[in-house]
Nanobody
Framework: QVQLVESGGSLVQAGGSLRLSCVAS????????MGWGRQAPGKARELVASSPTGGAINYADSVKGRFTISRDNRKNTVTLQMSSLKPEDTATYYC??????????WGQGTQVTVSS
């Protein structure tokens, strides 16, 4: 069974920074992609950043230049360094991974609240 556990969410003032971490564990054979999504109240989940295995990193336009995703393939971890946070970044942030059979797995989420 695959599990993803996020951590690092907090309350932060606008302009501040946070670092989110995620660890994937369980019976996962091969990860082809890991990344982050977020969901604000009343809105659909959106992809924030992804790091395909052997591929180029992708960012949502809204976070480019402010967020940085990184992976440690040895530990099956992915982090999201968030800087210059804005109130509109307030959301529950979810870590995800995709295995080589195209199964998508999501964590339970960690709350990020940016106050003005």
């Amino acid at each position: 069974q695959v599990q993803l556990v996020e951590s690092g969410g907090s309350l932060v003032q606008a302009g501040g920074s946070l670092r989110l971490s995620c660890v994937a564990s369980g019976r996962i054979v091969g990860i082809v992609n890991m990344g982050w999504g977020r969901q604000a109240p009343g809105k659909a989940r959106e992809l924030v950043a992804s790091s395909p295995t052997g591929g180029a990193i992708n960012y949502a336009d809204s976070v480019k230049g402010r967020f940085t995703i990184s992976r440690d393939n040895r530990k099956n971890t992915v982090t999201l360094q968030m800087s210059s946070l804005k109130p509109e970044d307030t959301a529950t942030y979810y870590c995800y991974c995709r295995d080589r059979d195209y199964n998508n797995y999501w964590g339970q989420g960690t709350q990020v609240t940016v106050s003005s």
